[in-house]
């Protein structure tokens, strides 16, 4: 709150006469009688030319007639949860009248005049209970009627407003304090509170939603709500501008809405819903010991928040849709979201921001405006040069497009220049063209092969016009590479003749290709493999043999288990959205054979092996890893799950996370294995996990307890992986006496007190200990008891990158249970 002007004047003037008073006692040698006698007067004299100066409000948690608030003076709830009184956001110069918590940096739950700003005036406006029995604000004098309850009251003398521990504001009648006349809740704004209603009111026919601020300093109604669906479902929608909906719950089973199946294990936020005869709604109840709070956000995300006192600062738990990009037309019309860029919006090249103050306050809903305009048919001046393409290479565009039936990318092209209205088209196995606004468009990173390229129309001003100098340049380079480029051709030609004939010799001819991978025989794999003679490792899944392909090129073929549970089409669809996947830290599926019952997968080779060789095998030719390595893998590892969980277009949780499966390459980047092995196998994992070394010790307790798990069941075995690679040491020992002991529960402990040194493995030297601090912390956060208290892989990739803080997390009592 920003309360550095309040009373600034008034706080001069009392300094001064101070001064002034200590001056003249000095110099006329008054008695101290008489310098106390001059200062009460001078004070008497300063409050009583305060036009606006009003009796103290004091911490009270009400308000009645004939008492109120102005200026600095606040109200207090009984327990001291929350406060109310008026405030500044940031550097704006608007009173308005809000509630927030106590003894908590400033976090605004509702604000009452969002669309009725107060302009700074020498007389802050004052709150009151008006003669009619309304709860009112007026400015200077009391004149001029500001914001209202706007109630017609029975018994306008004794009502009153009440500020309860809940954050609710209420307006009751002080004989009777059950009768509620009016209360905050039912007018909510971009915060969801415990105990608070969202859903539809039957007798008033009003449905209660959140929405998101304007901007960091304008609390006016913005772009996105949260809200109940309007007809005969009990699902929630997020929309945009009250017309688009771009996320859903599912309607409520009875425990949990049916698109959030992670609701099942989340027992401490106590969601509920309910319909009856006068109210269908949504609310929640809070584990008592948290301090919970959901949000519309400005960039369209709905997120749930826990306050973590320890650090101080508000902890970012879960959030819908996933991904920023996601969001329906988040960064407005004429621009491009990217999730990878540290600006998430940006105006496209000829465009500038339609509100450079939103932008700057981190709302981008409006989008961007054309710098030049467009010409259309048959306007086109003899003196102007026509309208122009810019490439935007690998984006995706989800408007719908209008489909032309043209052969070429020409006459596409030609098509689009030919409509006033056209913005952009694109030429891939047809032609498509945008007209009018273009929204949702979204930059892909480059291993992201589902993009294509938008060709963006632009003004001829806005375009880039080479010099006689480069036209020049251009001519002669085409005049070279043309023959160049021929003879590369029959090169190449050549060259794959002679690999193919080669190929063919040594068994490895190539049936049928998948998506972007190679099918190979079984006898073909096992020429490759040398008759699977020598075997890397041995999991759950299956066993991994080394082999050479193309006589040079070493790979790990996996055979996996029998009883896989998968008819041969159904395992080729799912590889074939397995062999989509890449990333620089997941390790890249190449092949595949499908031979009677036998199932092989062939992988590209890590020369440093798996994980768990460099941390717990006492080997002089491994050595020990440095803690830059150790970080760096985990940030890796880290990577690499979130985008199997948020980035691809079908989620893949792994749920098998240990340092066994991950690998690394030569240079020690971490490759996640294994991913999408459970896609094959069906969610039956009972078999496979019985075989699996260790692996008890990095399930989640919702999987133990056989709920449906999520991502954050992975999230779960990262944290317990993570402590591992910290400590250089199993999570699960077996003691002398034959005592297990699992080492996350002293761990976590020693995290929580702030011993993280501790923990770390002994033969590191050379340990940054805040990256040490960050990466026990998160590890900490990832194994808590409910998953609605563990971050996101996104989350914990900023974490460690050290963009987003982290507190200080609790000790999960699962841990004590589970020992």
């Known amino acids: 709150m920003n309360n550095n002007s309040r009373g600034s004047k008034q706080y001069y003037i009392f300094i001064g006469g101070i001064l002034s008073c200590g001056l003249v006692a000095s110099m006329a040698r008054c008695t101290s009688k008489t310098v106390l ?191 109940l669906d309007g007809g005969g479902s009990s699902e929630f929608f997020l929309v945009w501008n009250k017309t688009e909906r771009y996320w859903r719950t599912g309607n409520w089973t009875g425990s949990y809405f049916s698109l959030l199946p ?41 997120k749930w928040w826990i306050w973590v006192s320890s650090s101080r600062q508000w902890l970012q738990i879960w959030s819908a849709p996933s991904g920023q990009c996601t969001v329906y037309a988040v960064c407005g019309a004429f621009s491009v979201c990217d999730e990878k860029s540290t600006l998430v919006c940006r105006c496209l090249h000829g465009f500038e921001p339609a509100s450079v103050r939103d932008w700057e306050l981190g709302n981008w809903s409006g989008g961007c405006l054309r710098r030049a305009s467009l010409q259309c048919p048959g306007n086109t001046s003899m003196n102007r040069t026509p309208d122009g393409f810019l490439a935007l290479p690998n984006v995706q565009l989800r408007d719908t497009p209008q489909t032309l039936s043209v052969q070429r990318a020409k006459e596409c092209e030609a098509a689009c220049l030919s409509s006033c209205n056209c913005s952009a088209y694109s030429f891939h196995g047809g032609c498509f063209i945008w007209a009018g606004e273009l929204l949702n468009l979204q930059q892909l990173s480059e291993d992201d092969d589902m993009g294509v390229t938008l060709f963006l129309r632009l003004a001829a001003s806005e375009q880039a016009r080479p010099n006689r100098k480069n036209r020049t340049m251009t001519k002669l380079i085409t005049v ?103 990333h620089v830290n997941l390790v890249s599926l190449r092949g595949f054979c499908v031979s009677g019952s036998e199932r092989l997968l062939v992988y590209d080779y890590m020369p440093h092996g798996s994980l768990d060789v460099h941390l717990f095998q006492n080997n002089s030719l491994v050595g020990t890893l440095s803690w830059k390595r150790r970080f760096q893998v985990m940030l890796g590892v880290a990577r690499g799950l979130a985008y199997l969980h948020e980035s691809c277009r079908e989620q893949i949780i792994h749920c098998d996370i240990k340092p066994e499966n991950i690998l690394l390459d030569a240079e020690f980047c971490a490759k996640v294995a294994d991913f999408g092995l459970a896609k094959l196998f069906g969610r039956d994992f009972s078999r496979v996990l019985t075989t699996m070394r260790g692996t008890v010790g990095y399930l989640a307790p919702e999987w133990i307890s056989g709920t449906a798990i999520t991502t954050k069941a992975d999230v779960y075995s990262y944290g317990m992986m993570a402590f591992e690679i910290i400590s250089g040491r199993r999570n699960r020992e077996v003691l002398e006496d034959g005592v297990f002991n699992f080492f996350p529960v002293q761990a976590t402990a020693k995290v929580c007190e702030g011993d993280v040194l501790s923990i770390a493995d002994g033969k590191l030297e050379d340990i940054d200990m805040e990256e040490l601090t960050r990466a026990s912390r998160v590890a900490c956060w990832c194994i808590q008891d409910h998953e609605i208290h563990r971050p996101s892989m996104g989350v914990v990739v900023k974490i460690l990158e050290g963009s987003v803080d982290v507190g200080t997390p609790p000790v999960p009592r699962f841990l004590q249970l589970l020992v």
């Open 262 to 302: 992670e609701m099942k294990a989340n027992s401490a936020f106590n969601f509920t819903f309910a319909d009856d005869k006068q109210w269908k709604y949504g609310s929640f109840a809070p584990d008592p010991t948290i301090l919970g709070r959901g949000t519309m956000e400005m960039g369209g995300q709905l």
């Open 37 to 227: 006698l001059s200062l009460f007067l001078l004070l008497l004299l300063l409050f009583s030319s305060m036009p606006c100066f009003r009796a103290s409000a004091g911490a009270a948690d009400t308000i009645s007639l004939g008492r109120s608030i102005a200026g600095n003076q606040t109200v207090v709830s009984k327990g001291g949860v929350f406060e109310m009184g008026f405030f500044t956001p940031g550097t704006s110069h608007n009173h308005y009248l809000g509630i927030w918590y106590k003894g908590i940096p400033l976090t605004v739950v509702w604000v009452a005049n969002g669309e009725a700003p107060i302009m700074e005036t020498s007389c802050p406006p004052e709150l009151k209970i008006s003669e009619d029995g309304n709860l009112v604000i007026t400015s200077k004098h009391h004149k001029l009627l500001l914001w209202s309850s706007n109630l017609t009251v029975p018994h306008a003398a004794s009502t009153m407003a009440v500020l309860l521990d809940t954050g609710n504001l209420l307006l009751t009648d002080s004989s009777n304090r059950s009768a509620v006349l009016w209360q905050s809740f039912d007018h909510p704004t971009d915060t969801w509170l415990p105990t608070a209603r969202l859903g539809l009111n039957k007798a008033t026919g009003v449905n209660h939603f959140i929405t998101s601020w304007r901007n960091r300093e304008d609390p006016s109604p913005g772009t996105f709500s949260y809200m």
């Open 480 to 582: 070279i590479s043309v023959p160049l480029g021929i003879v590369m051709l029959v090169s190449v030609a050549m060259g794959i003749a002679r690999w193919h004939r080669r190929r063919t010799l040594a068994g490895i001819e190539a049936e049928s290709i998948v998506g972007s991978l190679v099918q190979l025989t079984y006898s073909e794999l096992k020429a490759v493999t040398k008759n699977f003679s020598e075997m890397l490792g041995k999991g759950g899944f299956g066993s991994v043999y080394k082999g050479v392909l193309h006589g040079s090129t070493p790979v790990a073929v996996k055979r996996l288990l029998e009883g896989h549970g998968q008819g041969e089409k159904q395992f080729r669809s799912e590889l074939s959205t397995l062999g989509t996947v890449q």
